[in-house]
């Protein structure tokens, strides 16, 4: 199974970024090899609306499973019409969130959160 | 001849200002237009009180979506620099808060998918105080774009009779500032001799200089730390027009809601005397 990520670098080492819109790359990592790549998300430097920017680049990426922090209203929007799942991880290693994802720990967001939280 | 009142800081006087001038100017018998373009809090008219006899809607465009025509080229939501659209396989959405309604992807879009819808976002309102022309803007609550609303009171204006159109424009130096205050023969700057009066006032003189606006100074709540004021006034080479003192009286009539020119007629004349000395050092006045 391939997931996409929100990370804070581009290695299995960096953490996950829990802010969707704004992190600056989407790991899209394979589950059982751990195999991966990195793809920018153009949402990082949108001056506004970052998060449907983000969403719709990740529903290009093709993965139907994200994991991240939070993701604010418009990118939720974005992300559930295009039939991804949206799943809740801590701010740790990406390939510490491979292994909550195996145990199951992962849960899944059903509501977004708070509407422009990853501005800087 | 369009004269623009801001100040940068919020709170100095600008609405003050506004309003006893256009009520000296209109009780020497000139034709005056006072346009609060504050549209996020327009209050002049708690001074002036005018009567409103009309109101305007205002709105602006967004983009509507054609699902049978759409194939999800996605070139709207690249085109859009708000995001306002996003395009995947299949799905197409809107986001009506972030468009700013400039149309581009009704133009980009090669099916010709996209048609626009309108919102209203606030209101133009017109109407008197006694012999002086009234209008207003007022941004509904929750809108983030005041642009369109001053835009839409200032087109108006070229079909005005009156001589002279008083803008009172909101506080800071952004977009809808701008707005208020492009076009207009001369900036009248309203401060107070603090350090906050004095950090935004430096921001308006650069503003109007960048708009290529002759200006001049009010101080308001004059006293003895003008100073703070005119050295930045000197340093710029901005006429200071007048000074209303830090008075217990003008403060007491303010707060109820009646303008000091009204019921002290030497300020009638000051502020008579101002609008003289601006219009015979602005070339462009008319």
């Not at chain 1, 195999?35 to 990740?58: H, L, M, R, S, Y």
């Not at chain 1, 390939?95 to 145990?103: K, R, T």
């Not at chain 2, 020497?28 to 346009?35: C, I, P, T």
């Not at chain 2, 626009?116 to 009234?134: C, P, Q």
Request: hydrophobic share 40%.
């Amino acid at each position: 199974m391939k997931i996409g990520i929100s990370a804070a670098g581009k290695d299995l080492d960096a953490l996950l970024d829990p802010r969707f819109g704004r992190c600056p790359y989407f790991l899209i990592v394979d589950t059982e090899t751990k195999e991966f790549e990195v793809a920018d998300n153009p949402g990082n430097t949108a001056g506004g609306g970052a998060g449907i920017k983000a969403a719709q680049a990740f529903l290009q990426l093709g993965t139907k499973e994200l994991v991240t922090g939070q993701a604010g209203p418009n990118a939720f929007e974005v992300l559930v019409k295009g039939g991804v799942k949206i799943y809740q991880a801590p701010q740790v290693k990406i390939s510490e969130v491979i292994d909550l994802y195996h145990s199951g720990d992962l849960k899944e967001l059903t509501t977004p959160g708070g509407r422009g939280r990853g501005s800087r | 001849m369009k004269l623009a009142v801001l100040s940068g800081k919020g709170g100095t006087g600008k609405t003050t200002v506004a309003v006893n001038l256009a009520l000296s100017l209109a009780g020497k018998g000139e034709k005056v237009l006072f346009l609060d373009t504050d549209v996020e809090e327009p209050n002049a008219g708690l001074y002036l009180k005018p009567v409103l006899e009309e109101s305007l809607p205002v709105t602006i465009p967004y983009p509507e979506i054609d699902q049978e025509k759409c194939d999800y080229c996605g070139k709207c939501a690249n085109f859009c620099q708000f995001n306002a659209l996003a395009v995947a396989e299949g799905l197409v959405l809107t986001f009506q808060e972030l468009c700013h309604g400039c149309g581009g992807c009704v133009l980009v879009c090669p099916k010709e998918a996209i048609q626009e819808g309108k919102r209203e976002i606030g209101v133009i309102e017109k109407g008197w105080a006694d012999s002086i022309k009234f209008w207003q803007g007022r941004l509904n609550i929750g809108e983030p774009f005041a642009v369109p609303i001053t835009r839409h009171l200032k087109n108006g204006l070229a079909d005005v009779q009156e001589d002279i159109v008083i803008i009172d424009a909101p506080a800071g130096v952004s977009c809808p500032v701008i707005e208020a205050v492009r076009d207009s023969d001369f900036a009248l700057l309203v401060t107070e001799p603090t350090p906050f009066g004095r950090h935004d006032l430096e921001l308006a003189m650069k503003m109007v200089d960048h708009l290529g606006l002759p200006s001049g100074v009010v101080i308001n709540r004059a006293g003895k730390n003008n100073d703070l004021i005119s050295e930045i006034c000197q340093e710029r080479n901005v006429p200071i027009l007048m000074e209303i003192e830090f008075s217990k009286l003008l403060a007491s009539l303010g707060s109820i809601g009646v303008p000091f020119s009204r019921v002290l007629p030497q300020w009638q004349d000051r502020f008579w005397g101002m609008y003289q000395s601006i219009k015979e050092g602005c070339p462009c006045a008319s």
